[in-house]
């Protein structure tokens, strides 16, 4: 198992910059007021939804396709041979 490395330090910055777009869309919506900032505000925490589910489905499918022409190490498997036909040999 291959670990990730400082993920401490990833999860931290990830927590950062999560709460601090938290906090300038608080500011956009209560205070400003600017329809332009709100749908960017709006379309970014639409993009975070996605980009979650998207984190989610992969990870929760990874590693279980199979390539069914993968060598399992017997007798009867496949063999790759090269094809040396169009080598032309040199004197």
């Not at 900032?37 to 984190?55: C, I």
């Not at 390539?67 to 080598?87: A, L």
Request: hydrophobic residues 45%.
């Amino acid at each position: 198992m291959t670990r990730i490395p400082h993920l401490h330090i990833v999860v931290a910055f990830c927590i950062a910059a999560i709460t601090g777009y938290a906090l300038f869309s608080a500011w956009a919506v209560m205070v400003s007021k600017d329809p332009t900032l709100l749908g960017d505000v709006g379309g970014t925490w639409k993009s975070f939804a996605v980009a979650a589910f998207a984190f989610w489905l992969g990870s929760s499918s990874g590693g279980k396709a199979k390539d069914p022409e993968t060598p399992t190490g017997k007798p009867s498997d496949p063999v790759h041979v090269k094809d040396d036909s169009n080598v032309q040999e040199t004197a």
